[in-house]
């Protein structure tokens, strides 16, 4: 099928099973089963997954297709907010680095919306230092046994599966003692509290694992091994996240502009140069996550590049959101929109702290893009058990 047959196919079956609009949000537990109900109809149409190897439940066809029904779906609403984070990182680190039994029993449950996942790695003292993480696995004579915290973890209120980085080894240094596993979410010890954030809204929780039994077989990677699977995770977050996927939508078309279309003079020309510099903003961003999917799809990883567009993103989401106050005004905070307006420039700083700090986003840059020289980290080489942090262990 040539790619103007295949997009003319997804236009049609989205005019027939899509609502217009662009203001899906994070449905709530009654919006979960209608939203894994439209995900097996989206995978049984063959628009789940586009990319993804078909020996593990996904359609094996090219980016090509991908960006093309992502164009196609842009002015719509696709209920897929809550498996975002499985779609957009879990499901990609296992691909990667799963085991055979792991991407045969997880894979295509994920992408038909069966089960749906979250990512837990943020502590209450380890967010942008991810290793300095407290949360311990212990291994047993059938597999492991865990007790920590994490925190900052969307959609864990909804999830059965996650993806969970743990610290194993606590004598050597706090890079190389860690371990990744994936977790039932519905285990004994599972605790799941969300966490409502100014907007009202609880797009993220905090998680307590009091003695949790996790099987052998759900190690992912070696063990100690975890920070590599880590930054593979990492990677496919901030991938996810520029590109629209992990946050649940496509940003190039916010609701808050939407919404500023009904009040905004466009014939002021101060207005038309600002808009312009957001189309041209969105539009660079748009090109370079299509040049890092081409090159991944090619085998070319694309490394630190990713936070580049990570941070992009984030910039961008502040630059629409101090561009909405400027042209709504007094709007902006009483919009007659049930608050959209207001909610989406609330929720724009997130962008700039989740997924790793505009700060940790460009040391990265400037120290494996740019080749700069790197911070001083004295703590690389000491055993985690005579660190600060780690002596509460």
Not at 125 to 153: N, P
Not at 273 to 297: C, G, W
Not at 347 to 367: H, K, Q, V, W, Y
């Amino acid at each position: 099928m040539d790619l103007e047959e295949y997009r003319r196919r997804a236009r049609s079956w989205l005019e027939a099973n899509a609502r217009r609009g662009r203001d899906e949000d994070d449905p709530g537990t009654d919006g979960v089963a209608a939203a894994k109900a439209f995900m097996a109809d989206l995978y049984d149409a063959g628009y789940s997954g586009i990319s993804w190897p078909a020996e593990w439940g996904g359609q094996g066809l090219s980016q090509a297709e991908e960006r093309a029904f992502a164009e196609e779906a842009k002015d719509f609403t696709l209920p897929t907010y809550v498996f975002s984070i499985g779609l957009g990182m879990c499901g990609p680190t296992l691909v990667d680095l799963g085991t055979p039994g792991q991407k045969a029993r997880h894979l295509r449950p994920l992408l038909r919306g069966e089960e749906i996942w979250c990512q837990l790695f943020s502590e209450p003292g380890a967010g942008s230092d991810v290793a300095a993480l407290q949360t311990r696995a212990t291994e047993t004579e059938d597999g492991w046994v865990v007790s920590g915290q994490k925190v900052w973890t969307s959609v864990a209120q909804h999830a059965d599966w996650g993806l969970l980085l743990t610290r194993t080894d606590v004598d050597v240094p706090k890079h190389k003692g860690l371990s990744m596993f994936v977790v039932d979410m519905h285990a004994p010890g599972v605790t799941v509290r969300p966490l409502r954030d100014m907007t009202g809204r609880a797009h993220f929780n905090e998680i307590f694992f009091d003695d949790v039994h996790i099987p052998a077989e759900n190690l992912v990677g070696r063990v100690n091994d975890g920070w590599n699977c880590a930054v593979t995770t990492l990677l496919h977050e901030r991938l996810s996240i520029s590109s629209g996927v992990g946050m649940g939508g496509q940003k190039d078309n916010p609701v808050a502009f939407e919404a500023l279309r009904h009040t905004v003079d466009t014939g002021d020309p101060l207005v038309r140069d600002q808009l312009v510099e957001l189309y041209i903003r969105s539009r660079a961003l748009a090109l370079f996550n299509q040049r890092l999917a081409q090159e991944t799809k090619a085998g070319i990883f694309p490394g630190a590049r990713g936070s580049a567009a990570k941070l992009l993103l984030a910039e961008l989401s502040m630059f629409q959101a101090d561009l909405a106050t400027s042209l709504a005004g007094p709007e902006a905070v009483a919009y007659e929109d049930d608050g959209r307006l207001a909610g989406s420039i609330s929720l724009a700083p997130a962008l700039s702290l989740g997924g790793g700090t505009n700060e940790i986003m460009r040391n990265i840059i400037g120290d494996r893009v740019l080749n700069l020289p790197p911070e001083p980290r004295v703590d690389k080489t000491v055993p985690f058990k005579d660190l600060k942090t780690g002596n509460r262990q």
